[in-house]
């Protein structure tokens, strides 16, 4: 088992920039790939980025790439998702999730997940 706790949502105005963190206990945190997803209200929840094992390969959903930056730090077990120029169509849920099986984008493949921060951007 895998826990995931997300924090750093909040309220921030369009343009501004917000970090997200998702600290890991359980398993070993450097043996999963960590993804971000995020959810609307009355939408399917979408990929925004995922990093590999090692911290050194990220892949990111088009709404995401050149304004989102996803990290990690296998000392502290945790991931971070770095969001700057936020616009409005980027409120949602956002979830960290654990894959052991590659950087996939679909949420299927991945088997643990956080319950989720809240980020608001007011225009």
């Known amino acids: 088992q895998v826990q995931l706790v997300e924090s750093g949502g909040g309220l921030v105005q369009a343009g501004g920039s917000l970090r997200l963190s998702c600290a890991a206990s359980?398993?070993?945190?450097?043996?999963?790939?960590l993804g971000w997803f995020r959810q609307a209200p009355g939408e399917e929840r979408e990929f925004v980025g995922v990093i590999n094992r090692s911290g050194d390969v990220a892949n990111y959903a088009k709404s995401a790439a050149g304004r989102f930056t996803v990290s990690r730090d296998n000392a502290k077990n945790t991931v971070y998702l770095q969001m700057n120029s936020l616009k409005p169509e980027d409120t949602a849920l956002y979830y960290c999730a654990a894959t052991q099986r590659g950087l996939p984008l679909s949420s299927g493949m991945y088997d643990y997940w956080g319950q989720g921060t809240q980020v608001t951007v007011s225009a």
């Open positions: 359980g398993r070993t945190f450097s043996d999963y790939a």
